[in-house]
């Protein structure tokens, strides 16, 4: 995985069932899960981001 959230957090957002805001402030103060849970996938195209803008 990218360690910078570029681009790809918008597909890792969409499969993982936690939120990834939640994760990065617990990451900051303590208390990340023992794991996340990931199901489906992603994909989109260059043209698509423009929507979601």
């Known amino acids: ?3 910078r959230p570029t ?3 918008i597909g890792i957002a969409r499969v993982m069932k936690e939120k990834i805001g939640e ?3 617990r ?3 303590g208390g ?3 794991m996340v ?3 489906g996938e992603s ?3 260059k043209g698509d981001l ?3 803008a």
Do not use: C, D, Q
């Open 7 to 9: 681009t790809s957090i």
């Open 23 to 25: 994760l990065i402030v």
């Open 50 to 52: 423009a929507l979601m």
């Open 43 to 45: 994909i989109f195209r």
């Open 27 to 29: 990451a900051r103060f």
């Open 37 to 39: 849970h990931l199901g």
């Open 1 to 3: 995985m990218n360690a």
């Open 32 to 34: 990340l899960p023992e």
